[in-house]
């Protein structure tokens, strides 16, 4: 460990070297949660990208059968959103 038989070594500095150790695994262990809360950040931020993409590319499949004439009543369920969104803003 130190070059030292255990036997050799007095018991302050048993307690030394568990304060070091300590100090070391506290630091360990910080780094460790800020890993860990830094992973978690990234998972959220993540799934609300992913969320987003798959909005807008709904919208853009939409808008596709729209312009095709696949979707008949396009303009009613444009007047319905339009009405959702605008109650959502006036909140």
Do not use: C
């Amino acid at each position: 460990m130190l070059g030292i038989e255990p036997k050799e070594i007095k018991s302050i500095q048993w307690y030394q070297l568990l304060g070091e150790i300590s100090v070391l695994l506290e630091s360990q262990n910080d780094e460790n949660t800020k890993l860990m809360e830094d992973l978690k950040r990234r998972e959220e931020r993540y799934g609300r990208r992913e969320q987003e993409y798959r909005k807008h590319i709904d919208e853009l499949q939409r808008e596709l059968r729209v312009r095709q004439g696949y979707e008949r009543d396009a303009e009613k369920r444009n007047k319905r959103t339009y009405k959702f969104l605008k109650g959502k803003l006036d909140e």
